[in-house]
């Protein structure tokens, strides 16, 4: 596994992992899962508390942290969809909307 601290807000911060398979007979590294983790800053007692900032040493990091500006963004957007279109709708309406999913509704 490979990880590295892509950005950092006032509270939290993005880590991006890249995780690898090594193939002991053949040494051949396979990549089977890249993904983020955001993490909060939280002192002894759970509050939140500001982050230290990043020293940006090259592009790449430069790069990877204005990802994880747009990865912030698209998080807070994808969250205000959730709650907007989602908790209005009855029972009935958010079945509908998985008609044809692949799930089964295990109950009535």
Do not use: W
Not at 2 to 13: Q, R
């Amino acid at each position: 596994m490979k990880a590295a601290v892509n950005y950092v807000g006032n509270t939290s911060l993005i880590i991006g992992m890249r995780i690898e398979a090594l193939n002991p007979k053949t040494g051949v590294i396979k990549h089977t899962n890249s993904c983020y983790f955001t993490m909060a800053a939280k002192n002894e007692n759970g509050e939140l508390v500001e982050t230290p900032g990043i020293i940006l040493e090259n592009d790449e990091q430069i790069r990877r942290f204005a990802e994880g500006m747009t990865i912030k963004k698209l998080s807070k957007e994808k969250r205000t969809i959730l709650k907007s279109d989602f908790l209005h709708l009855s029972n009935e309406e958010v079945r509908e909307s998985i008609s044809g999913e692949k799930c089964q509704i295990a109950f009535n």
